[in-house]
């Protein structure tokens, strides 16, 4: 699997946008970007995922580059309860999807 | 809640002792799995169970046995652990293996081996 490679933290305002970048140079044709995050305590918890096209749903927006080569989250208004440590994972069938954590983005929202 | 439920929450234990910890889903889920959580480091993938069959083992020592008895339950089972095995033991679930944005994990519990 393509390995992937994230800030290792961020802050950002509440109410304003936070917008988490990942690399992922090296992936091939059929694997899937997905996004995670671990609130401090819990276990981790699914946000979004996309192969070619942009996605959004009512957590998120993932915005995927044309060559596939990076990919981008967006919070569109984050709040103090999405500071956490998100997960940029990138998986294919080739291993059953399975997921390989890395050190993820830690992300602090201010107020 | 997230469906999947992990007891204990906390767990405190010599060396010489046996343990086991506890995962339930009733998601209807067929892939369970269990992950492991040292601090400052990344989840790390232990075991992975498809329709009650064990599909992946990564390299885990044999002081830890996973058991599962059917689809809605896993067990992990602890004995001779040492202190470095301290650390936030994961359980997970997914509809089948193979899918990886419908993973529903636990809390997790929080081992302590002294």
């Known amino acids: 699997d393509a390995k992937t490679t994230q800030p290792p933290s961020m802050d950002c305002a509440e109410g304003r946008a936070a917008n988490l970048p990942c690399n992922h140079s090296?992936?091939?044709?059929?694997?899937?970007v997905y996004w995670y995050r671990q609130i401090h305590s819990q276990g981790p918890q699914y946000i979004i995922h996309?192969?070619?096209n942009n996605e959004t749903n009512e957590m998120a927006s993932l915005i995927i580059t044309e060559d596939r080569k990076s990919s981008t989250l967006i919070l569109p208004h984050a709040t103090l309860r999405d500071t956490a440590v998100y997960y940029c994972?990138?998986?294919?069938?080739?291993?059953?999807?399975?997921?390989?954590f890395g050190a993820g983005t830690t992300v602090t929202v201010r107020a | 809640e997230t469906g999947v439920t992990q007891t204990p929450r906390h767990l405190v234990m010599g060396m010489t002792n046996k343990k086991s910890l506890k995962c339930e889903q009733h998601l209807g889920h067929n892939a369970m799995y269990w992950y492991k959580q040292s601090a400052k480091k990344p989840l790390e993938l232990m075991f992975v169970y498809n329709f009650k069959e064990q599909t992946e083992n990564n390299s885990v020592p044999s002081r830890f046995s996973p058991e599962c008895p059917n689809s809605s339950h896993l067990f992990l089972h602890l004995h001779t652990l040492q202190p470095e095995d301290s650390a936030l033991y994961l359980c997970?679930?997914?509809?089948?293996?193979?899918?990886?944005?419908?993973?529903?994990f636990g809390s997790g519990t929080r081992l302590t081996v002294v």
């Open positions: 994972i990138v998986s294919s069938i080739s291993n059953d999807y399975k997921l390989s």
């Open positions: 996309g192969l070619k």
């Open positions: 997970a679930s997914s509809q089948d293996e193979g899918e990886g944005y419908g993973y529903t």
């Open positions: 090296t992936i091939s044709g059929n694997e899937y």
